[in-house]
């Protein structure tokens, strides 16, 4: 089967962490959340990829490659100019002529069931579908109202609690038939949400809405990207991680370590170190820790629930706490 991946967005509300790394290399777990999106497709038997790239598109590519590492085989559209997610795929299009074809956005970590996903979309016939799940506070989203056969009728954008007439909201997931194209023009910015969507709906064509159980995260701000690192560690989403995930340098036999650590360093919490990294003398990892590899982590270092991306060294005695450290030491307070 065939899907998209759509990255071509630039990540500013991840500023300054996407400063010189575009936003699907941002890792979770050391593995960039590009590969976590292809490992989940390759699960559900998506092979064939596609995927519209505009900012640092090069790096993209250059980790990726084309795909055959992950078990898939994947193309990229660079994008001079964003157009829009719709715009994006309208980019591909030549790619998704022949089948029934999934879109997930680049900054999501889910573990939804995707099968089950374009399973819905082909019983219930539809043009186009958008994998919806439930939340608490509606306020922060727009929300999609459906009839008792789970076809869309109509949005609500970021409603109050007390005005909501929905809690499903997209989750940047979606279904689409090959017609769908004859409903994007040919040229100019045009977007799912605020363009196509209420198009079909106007058109009264088949807009199906499918409610999902799972984990999902929008990656897409600080805060939400620390809270997906640590999720992932604490096994509410079960996903590839790169390094060793401890809770005691006792544990370890030095002998098989694949990271260097002093006997005088502690964890009092749960850590994942990469590989090849260096853990010197009285080093405190406290709470959530994360550290990607070759990264060198100086004697007297405290670490308290902060994500340190790879190839960094931290310099002796310092103190980090509720603080993402990424490339060339580009710091951010969560």
């Given amino acids: 089967m065939k899907a998209m991946i759509l990255a071509a967005g630039v990540g500013s509300r991840l500023d300054p962490l996407t400063s010189d790394l575009p936003k699907p290399l941002v890792p979770i777990a050391n593995y960039a959340i590009i590969e976590h999106i292809i490992h989940l497709l390759k699960i559900h038997n998506f092979i064939n990829l596609s995927a519209n790239l505009h900012y640092l598109a090069n790096k993209i590519?250059?980790?990726?490659?084309?795909g055959r590492k992950y078990g898939v085989n994947i193309n990229?559209?660079?994008?001079?100019?964003?157009?829009g997610d719709a715009?994006?795929?309208?980019?591909?299009?030549?790619?998704?002529?022949?089948?029934t074809f999934l879109v997930i956005n680049a900054d999501l970590?889910?573990?939804?069931?995707?099968?089950?996903?374009?399973?819905?979309?082909?019983?219930?016939?539809?043009?186009?579908?958008?994998?919806?799940?439930?939340?608490?506070d509606v306020s922060?989203?727009?929300?999609?109202?459906?009839?008792?056969?789970?076809?869309?009728?109509?949005?609500?954008?970021k409603p109050k609690a007390s005005e909501a007439l929905s809690d499903l909201i997209s989750t940047g997931i979606y279904v689409f038939e090959p017609a769908i194209f004859n409903y994007i023009p040919q040229s100019g910015s045009y977007g799912f949400g605020r363009d196509l969507f209420p198009?079909?709906?106007d058109l009264k064509l088949p807009l199906l809405g499918i409610n999902v159980d799972g984990y999902w995260s929008d990656i897409g701000t600080i805060p939400k990207y620390c809270e997906s690192n640590f999720d992932a560690l604490n096994h509410k989403i079960q996903v590839n991680m790169s390094g060793t995930k401890i809770e005691s340098f006792k544990d370890l036999n030095p002998q098989s370590a694949k990271f260097?650590?002093?006997?005088?360093?502690?964890?009092?919490?749960?850590a994942l170190i990469g590989n090849n990294s260096i853990i010197e003398d009285n080093v405190e990892l406290l709470g959530n820790v994360?550290?990607?590899?070759?990264?060198?982590?100086?004697?007297?270092?405290?670490?308290?629930?902060?994500?340190?991306?790879?190839?960094?060294?931290?310099?002796?005695?310092?103190?980090?706490?509720?603080?993402?450290?990424?490339?060339?030491?580009?710091?951010?307070?969560?």
């Avoid at 715009?87 to 089948?99: H, P, T, W, Y």
């Avoid at 989203?141 to 954008?157: C, H, K, R, S, Y």
Wanted: proline share 2%; with cysteine; aromatic share 8%.
């Fill in 290 to 334: 994360i550290i990607g590899p070759n990264t060198i982590i100086r004697a007297g270092v405290k670490i308290e629930n902060s994500v340190i991306w790879g190839n960094n060294i931290i310099h002796s005695n310092k103190i980090i706490r509720n603080t993402i450290i990424g490339i060339r030491e580009i710091a951010c307070v969560i």
């Fill in 199 to 201: 198009k079909l709906l």
């Fill in 76 to 83: 990229f559209t660079t994008e001079e100019n964003l157009t």
């Fill in 87 to 99: 715009g994006g795929l309208r980019s591909c299009k030549a790619f998704f002529q022949d089948e």
């Fill in 109 to 136: 970590l889910t573990d939804f069931d995707l099968t089950y996903i374009i399973n819905q979309h082909k019983a219930k016939q539809a043009l186009a579908s958008i994998a919806l799940t439930k939340v608490v």
């Fill in 61 to 66: 590519e250059t980790q990726i490659g084309d």
């Fill in 140 to 157: 922060q989203f727009g929300v999609a109202l459906t009839n008792p056969d789970g076809f869309i009728t109509g949005f609500q954008e």
């Fill in 260 to 270: 260097e650590y002093s006997p005088s360093a502690s964890i009092n919490g749960l």
